[in-house]
């Protein structure tokens, strides 16, 4: 069984930055993808960055010069670093981690950007 936390969620203004982490407990298998998915009120769950095993990353474009995600060298915690961040950004984002052909989620941390 996986579990995956998140933390690092809450209220910023409008250019600020936050940096979320989520760490992975459990036993998962090697080879695993990493990242973030993000769902605000009455939208769909979507996909925002993953980083591979191999450190290779990829961003959806709204995010892309802004957000910057990493994993330790261990390959149990993965985190992403917002910056200059917009109303549009207020979601809940889950974590997740794809093992042994499941994928697993987060519970999910809010990030709310208001003035």
């Known amino acids: 069984q996986v579990r995956l936390v998140e933390s690092g969620g809450g209220l910023v203004q409008p250019g600020g930055s936050l940096r979320l982490s989520c760490a992975a407990s459990?036993?998962?298998?090697?080879?695993?993808?990493m990242g973030w998915y993000r769902q605000a009120p009455g939208k769909e769950r979507d996909f925002i960055a993953v980083v591979t095993d191999n450190g290779n990353t990829n961003y959806t474009d709204s995010v892309k010069g802004r957000f910057t995600i990493s994993r330790d060298g261990a390959q149990t915690k993965v985190y992403l670093q917002m910056n200059s961040l917009k109303p549009e950004d207020t979601a809940v984002y889950y974590c997740y981690m794809k093992s042994g052909g499941m994928v697993y989620w987060g519970q999910g941390t809010q990030v709310t950007v208001s003035s």
């Open positions: 459990g036993v998962f298998f090697s080879g695993n993808g």
